[in-house]
Every structure is written in C-alpha cells, then in structure tokens.
C-alpha cells in the first residue's frame, strides 16, 4: 500500500519536473554519463587491469605525457604571467594586435597548428633552420611534442592572470613603494603573492589540456613508442587494432587525472575568490 | 584630476630599460609560439600563388572534406544550442542540492582528452561496444559514419553555451520574467521577448565558440569517423592525411581555410566581447 503511494508520488513530482529539467538531464545522461559509465566499466571488468595500465609502453606513454605537459605547462606559468603583465601594464604598437593573438591556440583547428608547428620547426623551416646548426631537433622529437603543447596551452595563463592583474588595486603597490620597497621588492612580495592563485589556475588549466591534447601533438611527433609517444596516441593505436579493452584501460587512467585535475582546478579557483573576499 | 594625477606618477615610475626589455622578451616569446606558426600557415598556402590553392578545389576527396565540416558544424551547433539553453536556464535559476557537481559535469568534455571521448562513443555504438549488435540488427551506421562524427563532435562542444549563458542569466535576474508573468505572458513568450533579448550577446557568444569548436575537431572526430577520404573525412582530417602522404601543398591548402575560420572566430568574438562591454558601461 505504501509502496503504491509512494510510487504514484514519484511520478506526480516527475511529472511536476519542468521540461527542461527533463531535457538537460536526459541529455547530460545520454552524452557524458552512460559514456562514462561505459568506459569505467570496461575498464573495469577487464582481469589485466594493472596489467596493461602499468606495461612498461603505458608507462613510458604516461612519462612522456605527464612530464612533458608540466613542464610545457610551467614554462607558460612563467612567460603567460609576463605576458599579461606587459598586455595590462604597458603601452606600445600593435598591443590590441598581440592581446588579439593570445586567442589564436583557442580558434585554430588542433591539425593546423601541429601542421604549422611541424613545418615552422623542421630542419628547413624558419624558425627549425636557425636551430639545426645547434644540433636541437624540435619536430618529430619530444621536444616538438612540448612546443607543440606550450602553443595549446599558452592562452590559459594569460586569460586567467590578466583580469586579476587588472583589477589589482594601485594603492597596494604605491603604499610599498612610499614605505621604501624596490621595484623588485614590490613585484616579488606584494604583486607576486596575489597573483599566484590565477597562475596556478592558468597552469593547471594548460596541464590539463595539454595532457589531453592529440590533433597538434599527433602530427608533429614522430610517435616512436618509448621515444616520443604520448597516451593519448596510445589510446587510439590500441584502437586501431581493435583493443578495445587495452584502449579502455589507459583511456580510463587518463580519465581519472582529468578527474583529479578539474578537482584541483575547481580547489584553486576557490583559492582565488577567497583572495578576492579579502 | 586624479586620474591625470595616477598617469603622471605611472608615467614617471617605470624604468624604460626594464619596460623595454620586457616588452621584448614577451613579444619574441608569442612570435615565437604563436605569430611565426600562425603566419605560416598563409604563406605556406599562397607561396606558389593562389592558383594551386584553387586547383585543389578540383579534388573530390578536399570537396567533400568541406562539405562533412559543414554539416558536422549545421547539425552539432543548432543541437548544442537548445540544449546549452536549456541547461543554463535550469542551472541559472534554480537552487537545488548537487548544483555545483551538475555544473562540474557540465565541464567535463573541456578536460577530457578528445581520443578519450571518441573512445566512450566506440565502447557504446562501436562494433564491440554495449549497443553494436542493436545497432547493427536494426542495421544503423552510428561508428564510421556521418552520425559518430556528429556525435563525438557534440560530445567535444557540448558545454559552450551552456558556460557562456549561466552567468549573463544569472546577473540579469529573474525579476523582469516575473514581471512579465503577473503580466499573463506563458514561458515561450517569456523566452522569446524578456530573456533572450538579454542573453543575446552571451549567447552569440558561446555559438562562436561551439562552431569553431565543432568545424576544427581533429582528435574525437579521428577516433570514430575511421578517415575514409571522400566520405568520413572532414577538414582537419584532411589536413593530417594530406601532410601524411607528403601532399604538403593540399594539407595547407585546406589549412587555410581552417586558419581563416580562425580568424573570424576572432573578429566576431572581438565584436561581440566589445558589444558587451558598451552595453556594461551604459
């Protein structure tokens, strides 16, 4: 009896639901979840789990992904944060061309920038030419793999520095300066500090999708396991030979430090609004 | 008067040397990364003059190449749109336990790997996957085919919208649709006349983004269209393939035309961000 009830009451409130609750629910569900889930579990069910997730080709994949993303990812920590701090502090030609450009990496199609980046950087390329007398190989080496990373992940830090940098407030710095502080002493002590959640932000970000990034790195690497292969290659090679069960696994490895990745993202976005209360 | 005041001060301060150097450092840092690669792409494609980029016109396989990256954008795009609306307008106006892990869901396709998606789709629709042998009795192409192109590409585009139209929703409040409601107007004329004339401008905001998007996705697209020129075969597919089978005068030729997409996708998201801008100023 109750039972009934409570069945009928469940249908009155889902009837209840706006349309368009049903709608984004029922697309969300269809689109991430049931893929999701679909992925976990086969995954999942599969006996050699740790097997194939830790084979030494996965592992030196992993390497090569995750190492080669940190640093592509810091050293645009470094010059994204330089970048904002001349677009907002400074006047000189051209500066709504370059501002403008930061956007490039997020509108060119993957293809064409690992297309670009592989000819710009080969031996007889412009920017390759002036390098090989140094005997630095940048395409179809890992190094490439890493330009080709920092191009896609460049716009993260400056986008997310810039507008905390713009609303800094001026008084801070004028009060260090009128206390006695150095230019570098207010920069690094006073500036520095308050931006840093939106660096790491910025930096987490660009790892994030760097780690991910296959259409520009595919092309300018040269895809060697053990040299220059990267995880996700080795999810699609592994499809391609109809391992579904081996692309499963890695692709789920690779899924859970998404995972971790937007939680640390969504922690240091917390981060830099608690900053902002302040 | 303060404000000419601040300048002076600013202007006084900076140690040029410094500026200079920095400015410079900053600028080879993005020509390095950015302008030099991207300038490439054009010259590479116009370097023999504009004729063989008009000869590969000719190619039956670059025709239908354009013609998929249309259609992948003319259906995937519309079908975002509704959806992202209707997400953001259930998330921007309601308050209810496990919005925040809703939004984060939302967000997933932003950070996970694009092969990694296309993988999801072949573990549901493809041969071996969870709905391969429905499919294939009912005898419907989902994997290889036109409709997992388009599926992994709304997978990729899928929070844009959405993203971009929660927090225009969310300043503008909820206090004119109430207005017009004790005024007797129903939930469609309440859409069509008080909110989406509020939204516009956030809204045509995350439909650049989705078409870019959605007309120059290599890596999910790659894993379920199975690249079969002429057919399966979309724009950055072709870029690839192309350059693969040292065709290099072709992959930038169609380069080219993704670069420019590029471009537009700049300028309309330059007029609208400047739209938008005046609009707060008012």
């Known amino acids: 009896m109750t039972a009934v009830s409570s069945t009928t009451n469940s249908r009155i409130k889902f009837y209840k639901l706006p349309w368009n609750w049903i709608a984004t629910g029922g697309y969300l569900s269809f689109m991430l979840l049931i893929p999701t889930i679909a992925l976990f579990l086969r995954a999942g069910t599969d006996k050699n789990f740790w097997a194939v997730a830790t084979s030494p080709i996965a592992l030196s994949a992993y390497d090569v992904t995750f190492v080669t993303a940190l640093i592509a990812s810091l050293f645009n920590g470094v010059f994204g944060t330089l970048i904002a701090w ?16 930061i956007d490039i990496p997020f509108a060119l199609p993957t293809s064409v920038a690992g297309l670009t980046i592989a000819t710009v950087y ?18 179809f080496t890992r190094l490439g793999v890493g330009v080709a990373m920092v191009f896609i992940s460049l716009s993260f830090v400056v986008r997310t520095v810039q507008p905390v940098l713009q609303e800094m407030p001026k008084e801070v710095e004028e009060s260090a300066w009128s206390l006695g502080a150095s230019k570098s002493q207010t920069f690094f002590l006073v500036i520095l500090p308050s931006l840093l959640p939106a660096i790491f ?40 030979q109809f391992d579904y069960s081996g692309a499963a696994v890695i692709g789920c490895v690779m899924l859970i430090i998404s995972l971790i990745m937007l939680l640390i993202i969504n922690l240091l976005q917390a981060w830099g609004s608690k900053y902002d209360d302040r | 008067m303060t404000i000419a005041k601040e300048k002076s001060t600013t202007e006084r301060k900076p140690l040029p040397k410094v500026q200079i150097a920095l400015i410079a450092m900053a600028l080879i840092y993005i020509a390095l990364v950015i302008f030099i690669p991207a300038i490439n792409v054009f010259t590479q494609a116009f370097k023999n003059g504009f004729l063989p980029f008009f000869s590969n016109f000719a190619d039956p396989d670059f025709r239908s190449a354009i013609q998929l990256t249309l259609l992948i954008a003319l259906v995937s795009v519309p079908i975002n749109t509704a959806f992202g609306l209707c997400a953001a307008w259930a998330i921007a106006r309601n308050r209810f336990p496990g919005r925040a892990l809703v939004i984060s869901i939302l967000d997933l396709p932003f950070s996970i790997s694009p092969v990694v998606a296309g993988l999801m789709i072949m573990l549901l629709y493809g041969r071996q996957g969870w709905f391969g042998s429905f499919l294939e009795r009912i005898n419907l192409k ?84 199975g690249n079969i020129a002429g057919k399966t075969q979309s724009l950055p597919l072709f870029v690839e393939q192309a350059y693969k089978q040292y065709q290099t005068q072709a992959a930038f030729s169609a380069a080219v035309l993704l670069g420019l997409l590029a ?20």
């Open chain 1, 86 to 101: 001349v677009l907002v502090r400074y006047d000189f030609p051209l500066k709504r061309l370059v501002d403008a450009a």
């Open chain 1, 201 to 240: 932000t910025g930096v987490a970000l660009g790892f994030a999708r760097a780690v991910g990034e296959y259409g520009s790195t595919v092309i300018v690497a040269s895809n060697v396991p053990f040299k220059d292969l990267i995880a996700p290659v080795l999810v699609f090679q592994r499809l391609e």
């Open chain 2, 263 to 282: 471009v537009v996708t700049l300028i309309a998201k330059a007029i609208v961000e400047q739209k938008t801008q005046i609009k707060e100023v008012e």
């Open chain 2, 142 to 225: 989902i994997v290889f085919a036109t409709p997992g192109i388009i599926l992994a590409t709304a997978f990729i585009t899928l929070p844009f919208v959405a993203r971009e139209v929660i927090p225009v929703l969310e300043e503008m409040g909820s206090e004119q649709e109430e207005a017009a409601r004790t005024l007797g107007a129903d939930d469609w004329q309440i859409f069509w006349r008080v909110t989406l004339p509020n939204i516009r401008w956030g809204l045509l905001y995350g439909v650049i983004l989705t078409n870019a998007r959605a007309m120059g996705e290599f890596g999910a697209v790659s894993v379920v269209s």
């Open chain 1, 122 to 139: 080969s031996p007889n390329g412009w920017i390759g030419s002036l390098l090989t007398p140094f005997g630095i190989k940048v395409a």
